[in-house]
């Protein structure tokens, strides 16, 4: 069987992976010369299997007036005349109850395990991907004791799900990663999670890709797909204004799949969160963090990629423009002088927007549409990377009629 994979960035690749060692023949194509030149170019860096609940929460009503008002908020509502944003906001809202929040982080949970147990698997099968994975495991600080206070309370319930988790006091933070000890003073405590990791998505993706033309499957790079169109065999893919010759299409085009798909009669909701990061080359001796971070209250990551930090964080909803405002890498800059002054003080940053393709609800969608050979992997929203092989092994799996992964039904599209 052949099959066309449309989207090059680490859901399109996962997905040709996990396909190709079931022995389909694939191609993947993209607009773009290089893989993981979207939003897998320059993630936060961590794979993040524990801290999967969606940003719609009970807590979100609350925080709007902020979103709407405030420049510096770690999320920014901009709104446009736009229904294809408003309907979207609208069912995000209608998602911020406490019981679809756990329902939802339930399901993450069991898609994240077994993407981080996948991800290891993929690491010793294939001995030459060498993209700074490190098991650094994850620290999230709070600054406040009340912050602090409702983190432990959640811990009971975590447990519950698999997660192996601890609080800590400041000074334990400390002890765990000493690069924060500037940043001793305003810190009330942390949640240290052992098992997550951290690496570099642009280079697991470059890495594949090597792994995947060894193979044999083929890449159609710099080439758009024209339109997705109906025909008497299925959905045909048209490029250069003729249909490519395949018998399944798997969409993993991440924010534009909403647009590709829209002249098919297939809503899928799915709308661009605008992220930033910055990442810093650092020089010997520098006080930088080996330990993932997460500041809860600002909602900043930084993820040690051998010898560069990560920063990343913001979530704009404000479209599918990729114009960057200066003053949210101020933010970026700012933050990483609080915590690691040293970093900020030392080095150039390099600058990085993307746009996350989340679903209100904060679910992907993984499996076949109401067109028999049109099958989605999207709407990983920020973690694509974290839930890329379990995914892909998910679409496989559906692909091939196996029923062998009992979540599998929670990811489908509803007609």
């Not at 709104?79 to 979207?88: A, F, I, T």
């Not at 799915?270 to 963090?289: C, E, M, R, V």
């Amino acid at each position: 069987m052949r099959i066309l994979i449309i989207g090059a960035g680490v859901i399109g690749l996962s997905s040709a992976y996990y396909l190709s060692r079931a022995g389909y023949d694939v191609t993947v194509v993209d607009r773009h010369e290089e893989v993981a030149s979207e939003t897998s170019f320059g993630n936060g860096g961590q794979l993040s299997y524990s801290y999967v609940a969606p940003l719609a929460g009970p807590g979100v009503v609350s925080k709007l007036p902020r979103w709407l008002t405030q420049r510096d908020s770690p999320v920014r509502f901009r709104p446009k005349l736009s229904v294809e944003q408003w309907r979207w906001c609208f069912e995000f809202l209608s998602a911020c109850t406490r019981a679809r929040s756990e329902l939802t982080t339930q399901k993450l949970l069991s898609l994240s395990f077994l993407s981080r147990t996948l991800m290891h698997e993929l690491i010793a099968a294939e001995p030459s991907l060498d993209f700074d994975f490190v098991r650094s495991g994850k620290l999230v600080l709070h600054r406040d004791a009340k912050s602090m206070q409702s983190a432990v309370d959640l811990l009971a319930f975590q447990r519950t799900l698999g997660c192996e988790q601890l609080a800590l006091s400041a000074e334990a933070c400390v002890e765990i990663e000493p690069a924060l000890a500037h940043a001793r003073p305003f810190l009330a405590g942390g949640i240290h999670t052992p098992s997550e990791d951290t690496a570099d998505c642009r280079r697991f993706c470059n890495g594949l890709e090597a792994v995947l033309r060894e193979r044999g499957v083929r890449f159609l790079m710099n080439t758009p797909i024209d339109a997705l169109k109906s025909g008497a065999t299925g959905v045909e893919a048209i490029c250069n204004g003729a249909p490519l010759a395949v018998d399944r299409i798997v969409i993993a085009s991440g924010a534009g799949a909403a647009r590709l798909l829209k002249p098919l009669g297939i809503r899928v909701a799915i709308y661009p969160i605008k992220g930033y990061s910055l990442t810093f080359d650092l020089q010997p001796h520098i006080a930088a963090p080996h330990v993932s971070i997460t500041d809860f209250a600002h909602k900043v990551v930084y993820a040690r990629l051998g010898e560069r930090l990560r920063v990343g964080g913001i979530a704009d909803i404000d479209g599918y423009s990729l114009d960057a405002d200066p003053a949210r890498f101020a933010t970026l800059r700012k933050e990483t002088a609080t915590l690691f002054p040293e970093v900020a003080q030392s080095a150039a940053a390099g600058e990085w927007i993307g746009l996350r393709p989340a679903t209100p609800h904060g679910l992907p969608i993984v499996g076949p549409t109401r067109y028999p050979n049109l099958w989605l992997n999207v709407g990983h929203g920020a973690l694509g990377f974290t839930l890329a092989t379990g995914s892909a092994a998910l679409l496989a799996d559906g692909l091939a009629g196996s029923n062998n992964r009992e979540l599998s039904s929670a990811f489908v599209l509803s007609h």
